[in-house]
């Protein structure tokens, strides 16, 4: 079994691989993201929408042009401002300690994890304590847990007042390439605009009009894509 409960002595000498992709395990096409980092998501990548067999809104961050293409990750590490938590959480995930309370897991098969003669970034201090890579890990699946409890109550609200529409999107790579988004949906600044006090007013008491705006706002950041893919390839 790969999957064992975290501790400083069984895991003292775990490191993370410094350089990053898929070798690494970082996800491609997109990645799941929440509510609460929108803000900081809206910075770097478009946040679009699809939706689960549950039926529920999932957000995406949109990191290519294609589904095997990642813009963001190389060998020289994260190319953004901001890295999502479901990929900042890296091999960590939350399951059930003895206790049957909630303890933090950790993958020994993820790709993530750096090999001998690997540059990394340890989980522990040498002499006790959590590394800087680990608390950033802890704090990404304290949004992820908090993150996946909000997403009914976002979806029933985006749905009642229409926010989220549909959006087929075409990227022009250049004069002979155009890249077809579809099947996801988005949130555009003209629906936000059209939308009613009452409206406006219960999505700012359930703390989803910022998200919201900053999802509309994101929309900005398809085109940088094309920019990201041709300043690879010169």
């Known amino acids: 079994m790969t999957i064992a409960p975290l501790d400083s002595v069984s895991h003292a000498d775990v490191r993370l691989k410094a350089a990053r992709g898929a070798d690494a395990g970082d996800p491609l096409g997109q990645i799941g993201v929440y509510a609460e980092e929108f803000a900081l998501v809206q910075r770097e990548y478009p946040i679009l929408f699809t939706r689960g067999e549950d039926n529920v809104l999932q957000p995406v961050a949109i990191l290519g042009l294609t589904a095997e293409e990642n813009l963001f990750a190389g060998e020289k590490g994260w190319n953004a401002r901001y890295i999502p938590a479901l ?73 009642r007042h229409e926010l989220v529409k549909p959006l087929p999107i075409s990227i022009r790579v250049d004069d002979t390439t155009t890249i077809q988004f579809e099947n996801f949906s988005a949130i555009l600044p003209e629906t936000i605009a059209g939308l009613s006090a009452d409206a406006l007013g219960e999505l700012n008491r359930a703390g989803l009009l910022v998200p919201a705006i900053m999802a509309a706002h994101s929309l900005g950041n398809i085109n940088a894509l094309a920019d990201r893919r041709l300043g690879r390839t010169l």
Do not use: K
């Open 87 to 159: 990929v900042r959480r890296g091999p960590l995930m939350i399951g059930r300690g003895q206790s049957d309370d909630p303890a933090v897991h950790i993958d020994m098969a993820h790709a993530r994890l750096a090999n001998e003669g690997d540059e990394g970034f340890p989980l522990f201090l040498e002499h006790g304590g959590h590394a800087p890579a680990l608390l950033d890990a802890i704090e990404a699946l304290q949004l992820i847990h908090r993150g996946e409890g909000a997403r009914s109550t976002m979806t029933e609200l985006f749905e």
